[in-house]
């Protein structure tokens, strides 16, 4: 395994980006591009043609994964609609670890020799922080929601018993429906 880099990665920076740049727009075949490229920057720096379109399909599948992406979260929203913060949360969720999954196959995937990618240790420790962080946020979320709920239940609890003492009922019954209310077995 080579783990070698694509040539246009390899590029100044400023070359990168207005490839990059260049490949949002859509506006120029391949042969434009690199005619683009040689006028602002010159002919040294110009990729090959064949790595150029190796890296524009590279380009166009990462965006249409990601316009697949907001066109899912959003549906989603919109199916949620105005239902409890907490579902849209386990669906970002959802949607980060499917997007974490691919980036590890991503890393593992051929390169342009033909051969499989080295994954660096670095890469490794990255990924592993990104899970880290995103189950750390799961867990926050799960709590968050079941403390509102808990306030909920709390609210609606005092709102039953105020509303039960005032209709003359026994303290007995009112901790009894508060009781129900809260989920507390007697």
Not at 5 to 16: A, E, G, M, Q
Not at 40 to 45: C, K, T, Y
Not at 85 to 106: C, S
Not at 141 to 166: D, G, H, P, Y
Request: net charge positive; proline share 4%.
């Amino acid at each position: 395994m080579t783990g070698r880099k694509s040539s246009i990665t390899r590029l100044p920076l400023p070359v990168k980006r207005a490839i990059d740049e260049a490949l949002k727009t859509g506006r120029f075949t391949l042969d434009e591009l690199r005619a683009s490229i040689t006028a602002e920057f010159g002919p040294e720096v110009v990729p090959s043609r064949s790595s150029l379109g190796r890296y524009s399909q590279r380009f166009e599948e990462i965006g249409k994964r990601m316009r697949e992406s907001r066109e899912v979260a959003q549906v989603w929203a919109d199916r949620l609609g105005h239902e409890p913060q907490g579902d849209i949360g386990k669906l970002v969720m959802d949607l980060l670890r499917t997007m974490a999954f691919d980036a590890t196959l991503a890393m593992s995937e051929e390169g342009e020799d033909g051969e499989g990618k080295a994954v660096s240790p670095k890469e490794i420790n990255a990924l592993a922080l990104a899970m880290h962080r995103l189950e750390t946020a799961g867990r926050h979320n799960l709590e968050r929601e079941q403390a509102m709920r808990k306030a909920a239940f709390e609210e609606a609890a005092k709102v039953a018993s105020t509303a039960a003492k005032k209709k003359g009922m026994t303290p007995e019954l009112v901790e009894s429906i508060k009781a129900s209310i809260l989920g507390i077995a007697q």
